[in-house]
């Protein structure tokens, strides 16, 4: 099924990222959460929907008072002809004005919309002035991120978070600082991976992220796996240093597995002056141009050195003698990689060039083509987070030693 949570949207429920959570999940992100010593007294649901994750911590603490906030007037009527005890329905954006709780709850909970949208000025100062650690290039922002600040600016310590979130969050390089955040300063941090089947009308690579905002901790942070029933199947517990390169289980249990130290491994391809560039044309257009040009499939067939014969026409990106080439896309190509050691060709959008500086070549290539190099690549594009490689995630890949 269509990911249902992208940029463009074909209706309001799709732009507002109307995907409701169930109760098996809800359940468990309720589970997850720190009780505070005298209990939840109250809750604050942000972009609440039909009401699943107010309904489940409820079903475990019926005497928390909680706030449902809604922006679709639709659903606010849903959730207000069925009054429930100790429930309030306020109808707000959360990403426009002032809307706060008057005090901080002892529970914020988050189901938010995974797109991007535009973001106001006021919204991109706030998140820029927020110490949670991202500051927004451009004019879009990811809605879990902009609900993520809005939760975090309204939390007091002690304030409990329980999230469901998108996993460039969880692994994208450019919210590193979120994560060293979030791995610093919440106390009993778990985050937990959901299958990608576990909504209905959307197949997304999501996680839950629970934990106490609190100062300074030092302790581990849980990452779990969890089936569609809301089974634990899988745990492992990390450092914040590790947490800042990810917090998805799937890339640590790879980097478990190919026994490296990543604490130790400070160069990447970018520090070494790598430029990463996707092909100008997918496969088909360049076969309707009649022009030849490297795919994915040569990776196949012609991995190692190779030798490019589809010139040099004007308006494409070209491969030359130096450069290295790997798939973008693909999980079986993916692990693959060529080194052009001669003559220049076109090659398509689904393979990047790599262009690195005569005196890191031999260090990136022996990287690239080493089983680490392989492994950590199939860890980030074949594993929860992405089915392709991003060229900031691919900036960050850590150097073998020399
Ligand atoms: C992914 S759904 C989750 C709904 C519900 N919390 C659940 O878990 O089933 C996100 C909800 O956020 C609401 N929403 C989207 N943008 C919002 C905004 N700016 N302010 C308040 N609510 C918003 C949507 O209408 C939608 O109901």
């Given at each position: 099924m269509a990911d249902l949570r992208y940029r463009r949207a074909r209706n309001l429920a799709d732009s507002y990222g109307q995907v409701f959570t169930p109760a098996v999940v809800a359940d468990l992100l309720i589970r997850s959460l720190p009780v505070p010593v005298d209990g939840v007294r109250s809750l604050l649901d942000l972009?609440?929907?039909?009401g699943a994750l107010t309904d489940a911590a409820h079903r475990a603490h019926p005497a928390a008072r909680a706030t449902l906030l809604e922006l679709d007037p639709v659903l606010v009527r849903g959730l207000t002809q069925k009054p429930k005890r100790n429930r309030r329905v306020v109808q707000a954006d959360?990403?426009?004005g002032q809307w706060r709780p008057a005090t901080a709850p002892s529970w914020i909970l988050s189901n938010p919309p995974f797109g991007h949208m535009a973001v106001t000025e006021e919204l991109a100062s706030e998140v820029a002035q927020s110490a949670l650690g991202f500051e927004p290039e451009g004019t879009w922002l990811r809605g879990d991120v902009a609900f993520l600040v809005k939760a975090w600016n309204m939390a007091a310590k002690g304030t409990s978070l329980g999230f469901i979130v998108a996993s460039p969050i969880l692994?994208?390089?450019?919210?590193s600082g979120i994560r060293s955040t979030l791995a610093r300063e919440m106390g009993e941090l778990v985050v937990t991976q959901l299958p990608e089947k576990v909504f209905d009308r959307a197949q997304v690579c999501a996680h839950m992220i629970s934990g106490r905002k609190a100062v300074a901790r030092k302790r581990g942070i849980v990452l779990r796996k969890a089936t569609v029933?809301?089974?634990?199947?899988d745990e492992l517990v990390i450092d914040q240093v590790a947490a800042r390169a990810s917090l998805d289980i799937d890339y640590h249990r790879t980097i478990e597995r190919l026994g490296v130290d990543l604490s130790r491994m400070r160069e990447t391809l970018s520090s070494a002056g790598a430029l990463i560039t996707r092909g100008s044309r997918s496969n088909a257009d360049y076969k309707r141009l009649g022009l030849e040009a490297f795919h994915t499939t040569d990776l196949d067939v012609r991995g190692g050195d190779v030798h490019l014969t589809g010139g040099e026409p004007t308006g494409h990106q070209i491969a030359r003698a130096g450069d290295m080439l790997i798939a973008r896309v693909g999980s079986r190509c993916i692990a693959r990689q060529a080194r052009v050691d001669g003559g220049a060709g076109p090659y398509t959008d689904s393979v990047y060039r790599v262009t690195v500086p005569l005196q890191h070549r031999q260090r990136v290539w022996k990287t690239l083509s080493s089983s680490f190099g392989t492994e950590w690549r199939l860890a980030h594009a074949?594993?929860?987070?992405?089915k392709h490689l991003t060229v900031q995630t691919l900036a960050s890949m850590p150097l073998l030693p020399a």
């Amino acid at each position: 099924m269509a990911d249902l949570r992208y940029r463009r949207a074909r209706n309001l429920a799709d732009s507002y990222g109307q995907v409701f959570t169930p109760a098996v999940v809800a359940d468990l992100l309720i589970r997850s959460l720190p009780v505070p010593v005298d209990g939840v007294r109250s809750l604050l649901d942000l972009g609440a929907g039909q009401g699943a994750l107010t309904d489940a911590a409820h079903r475990a603490h019926p005497a928390a008072r909680a706030t449902l906030l809604e922006l679709d007037p639709v659903l606010v009527r849903g959730l207000t002809q069925k009054p429930k005890r100790n429930r309030r329905v306020v109808q707000a954006d959360l990403l426009q004005g002032q809307w706060r709780p008057a005090t901080a709850p002892s529970w914020i909970l988050s189901n938010p919309p995974f797109g991007h949208m535009a973001v106001t000025e006021e919204l991109a100062s706030e998140v820029a002035q927020s110490a949670l650690g991202f500051e927004p290039e451009g004019t879009w922002l990811r809605g879990d991120v902009a609900f993520l600040v809005k939760a975090w600016n309204m939390a007091a310590k002690g304030t409990s978070l329980g999230f469901i979130v998108a996993s460039p969050i969880l692994c994208d390089p450019i919210y590193s600082g979120i994560r060293s955040t979030l791995a610093r300063e919440m106390g009993e941090l778990v985050v937990t991976q959901l299958p990608e089947k576990v909504f209905d009308r959307a197949q997304v690579c999501a996680h839950m992220i629970s934990g106490r905002k609190a100062v300074a901790r030092k302790r581990g942070i849980v990452l779990r796996k969890a089936t569609v029933e809301g089974e634990i199947v899988d745990e492992l517990v990390i450092d914040q240093v590790a947490a800042r390169a990810s917090l998805d289980i799937d890339y640590h249990r790879t980097i478990e597995r190919l026994g490296v130290d990543l604490s130790r491994m400070r160069e990447t391809l970018s520090s070494a002056g790598a430029l990463i560039t996707r092909g100008s044309r997918s496969n088909a257009d360049y076969k309707r141009l009649g022009l030849e040009a490297f795919h994915t499939t040569d990776l196949d067939v012609r991995g190692g050195d190779v030798h490019l014969t589809g010139g040099e026409p004007t308006g494409h990106q070209i491969a030359r003698a130096g450069d290295m080439l790997i798939a973008r896309v693909g999980s079986r190509c993916i692990a693959r990689q060529a080194r052009v050691d001669g003559g220049a060709g076109p090659y398509t959008d689904s393979v990047y060039r790599v262009t690195v500086p005569l005196q890191h070549r031999q260090r990136v290539w022996k990287t690239l083509s080493s089983s680490f190099g392989t492994e950590w690549r199939l860890a980030h594009a074949a594993g929860s987070c992405a089915k392709h490689l991003t060229v900031q995630t691919l900036a960050s890949m850590p150097l073998l030693p020399a």
